[in-house]
Nanobody, 118 residues
Framework: QVQLVESGGGLVQPGGSLRLSCVASGTIFSDYAMRWYRQGPGNQRERVATIIVNGGRTNYGDSVKGRFTISTDNAKDTVYLQMNSLKPEDTADYYC???????????WGQGIQVTVSS
């Protein structure tokens, strides 16, 4: 059974940094594209960043370009989201997502809260 477990959220002041982690288990990590989504209060779920595990190609949403970095540690089956220069509008529940590159099956983590506030 595929599981995604997020960690690293919390409260941070504007301008600060946080690093989210998502550990995948029960599958072959390199077969997936890994994504981070977020959903803020009253907003639709937004795709934040994508990384192709096999090769490392990345893609970012316009609202986070230049501030957030997605990366993986393939030995640990873990995807990270480094978030710098955080703004109050980054406040949201952040979700880890895995999409199998051949068959399209998706899996979701349980979500983790990030609050940017002074």
């Amino acid at each position: 059974q595929v599981q995604l477990v997020e960690s690293g959220g919390g409260l941070v002041q504007p301008g600060g940094s946080l690093r989210l982690s998502c550990v995948a288990s029960g599958t072959i990590f390199s077969d997936y594209a890994m994504r981070w989504y977020r959903q803020g209060p009253g907003n639709q779920r937004e795709r934040v960043a994508t990384i192709i595990v096999n090769g490392g190609r990345t893609n970012y949403g316009d609202s986070v370009k230049g501030r957030f970095t997605i990366s993986t540690d393939n030995a640990k089956d873990t995807v990270y989201l480094q978030m710098n220069s955080l703004k109050p509008e980054d406040t949201a529940d952040y979700y880890c997502n895995a999409v199998h590159r051949l068959v399209g099956t998706q899996y979701w983590g349980q979500g983790i809260q990030v609050t940017v506030s002074s």
